[in-house]
């Protein structure tokens, strides 16, 4: 019923930028936190940004001053933006988002993840 479907990923080099984006449609009632995901080969799925839907943001302390995420409740869509890429931002970055269908309770939803690969 509720679909994240994630685009922009793709391959930069190093001090380049990238634009994340990811939109939820189906039978969604409400959204709260919306953020962004990232999963290194051989490491554990860690949180980079996350926005609610008043607009309070948090950031991992590895990309602070670097990412910048955003999103337009409109249109359910959640944004990342990426500046200043370093090799070690390589990764898969998934959206995710607390969003309640109906009178149902709020579930988090995934996306199917975008590769984001920087090359130094």
């Known amino acids: 019923q509720v679909q994240l479907v994630e685009s922009g990923g793709g391959l930069v080099q190093a001090g380049g930028s990238l634009r994340l984006s990811c939109a939820a449609s189906g039978s969604i009632f409400s959204i709260n936190v919306m953020a962004w995901y990232r999963q290194a080969p051989g490491k554990q799925r860690e949180l980079v940004a996350g926005?609610?839907?008043?607009?309070?943001?948090n950031y991992a302390d590895s990309v602070k001053g670097r990412f910048t995420i955003s999103r337009d409740n409109a249109k359910n869509a959640v944004y990342l933006q990426m500046n200043s890429l370093k090799p070690e931002d390589t990764a898969v970055y998934y959206c995710a988002a607390e969003i309640r269908v109906g009178l149902n309770p709020t579930y988090r939803y995934w996306g199917q993840g975008t590769q984001v690969t920087v090359s130094s």
């Open positions: 926005i609610t839907s008043v607009g309070n943001i």
